[in-house]
């Protein structure tokens, strides 16, 4: 199915026609070879997987963003991981280890499937069911149609189709438990990312991290500019600087990517 619907220049909307066969074979992922070298097993159902198997690549800009910027000494946080496209790229780099972070436990056995098929250990990806906030505890997840849109508290993207309890911690706390520093932070958390900024200060601030790639969804200006000054303030408190990282297409959207370096 996929070498006769998925070849390079084959258009996207050739998609549709998995509907005709998954009536006689069944639903079932479709494993693809994506452009960074990964494979990935696709559910056709889910946008970003679908994504790829059409297009290879997810977030072209932010790939490559992380492909040149990731070396064999980095220690990578994913978080809000979802299916693990960010984590299968960064062990792809061959990164020193990645932790990625997906409360939903849904989701999370989507990515140990990525793990397997790679055949990635549990020392170079460790899969943390678990959300991160500015406090320890609980929190009501909301699961929405599509798993990327997912997450903590009300974004207006979101269409709801349930909710789960799931462990939250700071990622402060979690360092600490872990003994372990990231240098690497990708931050996609659907509206949540203050939050989760917020539970990060004191690793922020310690000097492991160079680099922060994260997506807002706070209000921008017509470059791209993040104009709720929350963010910038704390991660300019902790010694950083931030970058609009612009789509190919040079459109701005509501949900902006954006680079956060270290100015030591």
């Known amino acids: 199915m996929r070498a006769l619907f998925f070849r390079p ?7 549709r026609h998995l509907t005709s066969l998954e009536r006689v074979i069944g639903r079932r992922r479709i494993v693809v070879r994506t452009e960074p070298g990964f494979l990935f097993a696709c559910d056709q159902q889910d946008w970003l997987q679908r994504n790829l ?14 492909r040149e910027s990731l070396n064999p000494d980095d220690v990578f946080f994913d978080i809000g991981a979802n ?4 984590s299968c790229l960064a062990l792809s780099c061959e990164v020193k280890s990645v932790v990625a972070f997906e409360p939903d436990p849904n989701t999370c056995a989507v990515l140990a499937q990525q793990q397997k098929l790679n055949n990635w250990s549990r020392a170079n990806l460790r899969i943390e069911s678990l959300g991160l906030s500015d406090r320890v505890g609980t929190q009501t997840f909301i699961r929405a149609s599509d798993s990327g849109e997912s997450g ?3 974004w207006p993207y979101r269409q709801a189709v349930g909710q789960v309890e799931v462990g939250v911690q700071t990622l402060d706390y979690f360092c600490q438990q872990a003994d372990m520093l990231p240098t690497v932070l990708k931050i996609d958390v659907e509206g949540w990312e203050y939050p989760v ?6 690793t922020l601030g310690g000097g492991s991290v160079r680099l922060v790639v994260f997506e807002s969804e706070s209000e921008c200006d017509a470059k791209g500019q993040i104009l709720d000054p929350r963010i910038s303030q704390l991660l300019g408190d902790c010694g950083f600087s931030i970058r609009h990282v612009p789509r190919p297409s040079g459109v701005i959207k509501p949900t902006e990517n954006y680079q956060a370096y270290s100015a030591n």
């Open 53 to 66: 198997l059409c297009n290879r690549v997810h977030e072209p800009e932010i790939t490559a963003l992380l």
């Open 83 to 86: 299916s693990g496209y960010f």
């Open 197 to 202: 900024l917020c539970g990060a200060e004191q």
């Open 9 to 15: 220049r084959i258009p996207p909307g050739k998609a």
């Open 152 to 154: 903590f508290g009300s």
